[in-house]
């Protein structure tokens, strides 16, 4: 009995699949989940940090496809058009579903050992999709305070001027009447 009629035998193991690609044999999976966390330098050379985030999810899949889900370069071939697609897909694994996933890489591995199979690694990321509104704001004529509510608007070029000499009043002067 081989390795392939075993596996496919075992009713516990999860399904997996990339996109609608579902791997004879998943040979590794390796799942990255990141937070960013900021850092900002101050004075004396000490880091501030005020803000963290979480990146995108990374996954790195090694499975083998096997000729009897059709030819191997046919096979190779549907995985590079869907790289090409750029469409988010859904990935499956061990452990957890991933939506909106997008492959970053895809890498073909072929050797001695493996020259009747289609051994492939996948780097997949996964894409944050946002949506986004456009509005319209009154004309500054019609808002009670423009300065603050109205959009920003093109005032020209704009050039630094000297001040005058009075101008440099400190506050000391003006306080202690230095």
Do not use: C, W
Request: aromatic share 6%; proline share 4%.
């Amino acid at each position: 009995m081989s390795i392939f009629t075993q596996i496919e035998n075992v009713s516990f193991l999860p399904k997996r699949a990339i996109g609608q690609f579902q791997a004879r044999v998943t040979v590794e999976e390796i799942a990255d989940d990141s937070l960013e966390i900021t850092q900002h330098p101050i004075e004396q050379g000490a880091s501030i940090t005020d803000h963290a985030y979480v990146k995108p999810a990374m996954l790195r899949i090694e499975d083998i496809f096997t000729d009897f889900q059709g030819p191997l370069a046919e096979q190779y071939s549907n995985l590079l058009k869907l790289q090409a697609q750029r469409e988010p897909i859904k990935v499956i694994t061990g452990k957890r579903t991933y939506n909106n996933m997008l492959i970053k890489s895809l890498t073909q591995i072929n050797d001695v050992n493996n020259e009747n199979i289609l051994r492939v690694r996948f780097l997949l990321q996964e894409v944050n999709i946002v949506s986004f509104q456009t509005i319209s704001v009154a004309q500054r004529s019609d808002q009670a305070n423009p300065g603050e509510t109205s959009a920003i608007e093109n005032s020209g070029q704009k050039s630094l001027q000297q001040p005058s000499s009075n101008q440099f009043t400190s506050i000391l002067n003006i306080l202690f009447g230095t």
